[in-house]
């Protein structure tokens, strides 16, 4: 198994992270003041609570497309990383790499390799509090022939551990 200290705790603060849900969840987050993890196996970084970081218009978009016909709010929070896999790190990347090759030698095959079912043995093997990833939607397409700017790339910050996220406000949006 890789180094377990490869992953250090950091002091690293998000002070605009947004996460967008359906009304009637906003208030129940605001009410305890604390999220409930989420766990599917279709998510990119695992089991725990996903934000954007810096963009209340990705959470917008995500809340419209995943509650319908539901009312929808986004709700800013800051997050205190600590124990972070950072996927924009060339180390965590290897690392997580290497927990990949481990678990295709076990009785995991690759055909049933999720990033989620990956990320979640990650996290609980180096006791991660919160992974960070630079994720592509649908196609690198760029601002204009020549750009080195990409567009449809969103910043997500998955919180595995819901100690680290503070200050939890809803946002209005029109």
Request: positive net charge.
């Amino acid at each position: 198994m890789p180094n377990k200290d490869a992953i250090v705790y950091y002091d690293k603060i998000v002070p605009d992270a947004f996460h967008g849900t359906s009304d009637a969840n906003a208030g129940l987050i605001l009410k305890q003041n604390s999220f409930r993890s989420g766990n599917n196996e279709r998510s990119y970084l695992g089991d725990g609570v996903y934000f954007f970081e810096s963009s209340i218009e990705e959470a917008r978009k995500w809340a419209t497309g995943r509650f319908k016909d539901e009312k929808i709010c986004v709700l800013r929070a800051t997050l205190h990383l600590g124990k972070c896999l950072n996927l924009q790190e060339f180390e965590h990347q290897k690392l997580v790499f290497e927990v990949k090759e481990k678990l295709l030698k076990l009785d995991i095959k690759e055909e049933e390799l999720t990033d989620a079912l990956l990320i979640n043995f990650f996290a609980r093997q180096f006791d991660i509090d919160s992974v960070k990833a630079i994720i592509v939607k649908d196609r690198l397409e760029t601002f204009f022939k020549g750009s080195k700017f990409f567009r449809h790339i969103q910043v997500i910050i998955c919180m595995k551990n819901m100690s680290r996220i503070q200050d939890i406000e809803k946002i209005r949006i029109n």
